[in-house]
């Protein structure tokens, strides 16, 4: 277990040990430890060794030059210079946001850029100035269109966030795929079964055993088969990856990159990088803010008074869980994995950093 | 069945019979054929009856002022003054798309609006100006948040439109649920079973019985189950209704009123009429118009090369299955139902127009 100060101090190093500035070391530290306290561990302090070994391989430019390509006053393309994704996406929604100051709404799509952290950092930048803001990301390919059986797609999330006024904020990140590609790895690790729904393998037959991703298996849309609607997923992961992909001249589809060091980019390329697209809309430029906020907390109780199923307590906002496990971690510490634990440890050694081993 | 225009100046002169001028009688009369083109004869002639509904019983103004209530120069509320929906929705798109010409994008808000029809009809206007449209609206609750029992949410549609080159525009229209309730309704009447991970029953015990709908069951969101992701189509379902209802000043949640005139609306109101939300993002805003369009084209061609399962031909691109739809109604004729074919000779014979009644 460590305290979030521990963790933030030495991502912070880490950061630092590769060459970011001062306070693209903290940009990046703040998504990461922000996944941990969400409860999004598989993208926090995991991703410090998909980062270094980025970097050790090249792929990625501590010290970016990041730029607006194109722009109209509502609109921008950016261009992350091969970033890292935290740093390129939080610049990004800053100029979002900047734009709605001006003229009530803004939208970037950003191209050139790595893995970006958790989709649902960059909508509460928003929610903190009054504004709605949306955050998606091509990923590298694990998913079948409907009816088919090529990766042709990434888990492709989706974020929103909309500010509220005495209740916590309404705040969604999630997969266009049923589950998260990260608990299909974990199952696969711990040797477990999976529902059926989730994945096909190499030949379209369901599948319940998360091992045939390895073995040319793939992820289904949203909805699972078609009679569930996983032409519906597929339409949401299509529309991601081509707000993220095509509109800002990223790769897209199978083209997008992969995250992790150890596996090599696609030959062929069809844009640069990985893509992601933003937006704000100021809540003002529709109506009052307090009106909204207040309006948003009458929706939230509406909600919350819906009858739950007899095996349930209560009904859930989406952003609840997830604050409840930050008020948990931040008193009790965050759990780290022994295995993550020992990666950080080999990482902080070779930069002659203090990582304590901790259970 | 009818030809295209046989059914096309029935339409028209339905809605002027009601009030309508010749302009919103033809705007209402090109939304509900598109919709029998498209394959979508739920949202077609069928909604004759119940506009005609609304209308006797004072529910629907049939010469609105439809007008910006509050604005900046990417943003609009819009007050549809109770007016018919596909009309509010062409004058509020039309409003977005003006923003758009200006400013990169246009963001508008409706409330006091009614049924629009198909939510897909106001992203392909704006692929006729080189532009991405969106369309959202809420709908009548039918639908239960994930682990709950009550009737919160409705199947809230999302529509998204991204112009082409030489390929069909990529063009989908979807409801946030597994199926459309107009499948369920089908099923119905003729007594059929529907597939597991639709429905539930009031208790919360899965059915395959879409009679249950008339015996307090609900609809589940896209995911079907927790475990299958339903907690996804949940937040979809909610952010629609968000944007529609509450940041434009509707009715949300559970209070958005029904379509169907013979159901009394809810006495307990927290906006005005039915809500929508609309988009327009130029293209040229983000890449030249015709690089992106190419692009687009590339991205269909990738996608068309996943390989089928073996049970299917081809994969298919939203919006394709619609077009060839649209070519052969256009050429053989458009089916009309029995059951529709009567509603409409009555309300033919009560404004003294000709209907025939063919098989």
New interface residues.
Partial sequence: MYTYEYLKDFTQQFFIKMGCSDIDAAISTDVFLEAELRGFSSHGVIRIRDYFNLWKSGRVNVNPNIKIV??????A?VDGDCGIGMVVGTKSMEIAMEKAEK???G?V?TKNSNHYGIAGYYPSMALKKDM?GFSLTNANPLV???????R?LGTNPIA?G?PTKNRLP?L?D??????ANGKLSVAAKKGLKV?Q??IQDA??NPSVDPGIMKNGGTMLP???DY???S???Y??S??V???S?????AN????VPPFVGYLKPAEEK?GEGTGHFFGA???D???PAEE?KL??D??ID??K??????D?DE??I?GELEHRNEQKLRKEGIPVIPAVVSEIKEIADYFGLDFEVRS
Avoid: N, Y
């Fill in positions: 194109h722009e109209t006053p509502s609109t393309v003229v009530g709404t939208w799509a709605i079948a269109p409907t009816f088919s059986l090529s042709m929103v909309f309404f969604a999630f997969a266009t795929t049923p589950v529902p729904g989730l030949d379209g949203l909805g699972g009679e569930h609607g032409h519906k997923g339409i949401l299509s529309m990856d081509i707000l992909g095509v509109l800002s001249g897209f589809g199978p083209f069809v809309m100021r809540i430029a529709f109506q909204f309006k948003m009458e929706w509406t909600i008074k819906s009858k739950p199923t007899p349930q009904i859930l989406p």
